[in-house]
């Protein structure tokens, strides 16, 4: 079994710069390999680094993405998760490149890997992505180098997620992914009144009221948990990246005709004067 094997499809005209790097990066696989043999992973320093990790609130306010789909909403584990747990394992060779770029049909051929290098256990997917972004009134075709460029990234780091967890222990990914919602649910060791306080206004910014907070968690914010703050918390970072907009996670009330009808129909009518009524 060969290293080349492992390296991505080779264009059919390179510079000498690229074939520089080609070279480079064969001989750092191979490297990588040989250090991985001579110094084993030690598992229980894995574990004591993950866990440490994972209690840092700059790495659990990113452990977990939410995404809407179908009338609903998809949440797990972030790509910023993967690539820290794939840190504290070591070993673990993962990317994503991009094997040909096809300006004609709008689309690139694109290709994420992880590679645990010490047993030898690799996965990776080559799928296609189209220069095209959805959009409510249908798919918008990208034409900047910088919006294809963060449309090839955002789909490439899906596919680096799922590779990296699929080399990695589940019982490793489920304690960290235990120890970042504790880690969540604390809130830093803030009191919970202050963390409320401080999720309000952090929504207020952009342009979300207590209402709205109340109606999608479901009770009044003086019945707000630790859970609660921390699935707003998960909510907010979603927003910032760009996974879910304002207006999907927090829809506008919509007031039907019977609502609208039903004050005018409530309006009393003047009264009339009777035939032979005093003048």
Sequence with gaps: MSIEQYMPASPSRVGQGTAVE???AVAEVQAAIVVAQQCPRNIQAAVAEMRQSCQQMALAERAFYRFPRAGGAVSGPSVFLARELARCWGHIHH?????????????SEMQAFAWDVQVNNRNSSTFVVPHKRDKRGGAEKLVDLRDIYENNANNGARRLREAIFTVLPGWFVEEAKAICAKTLADGGGKPLPQRIADAIRMFEGRGIVLDQLETKLGRPNAKWT???VAQLGITWQSLQRGEISVEEEFPAERVTAAEIARPAAAVEAPATVQPGGAE
């Design 22 to 24: 080609q070279s480079r």
């Design 95 to 107: 990317g994503v490149v991009e094997l040909r770029r096809d300006d004609e049909f709008g689309q």
């Design 226 to 228: 630790e859970h609660d």
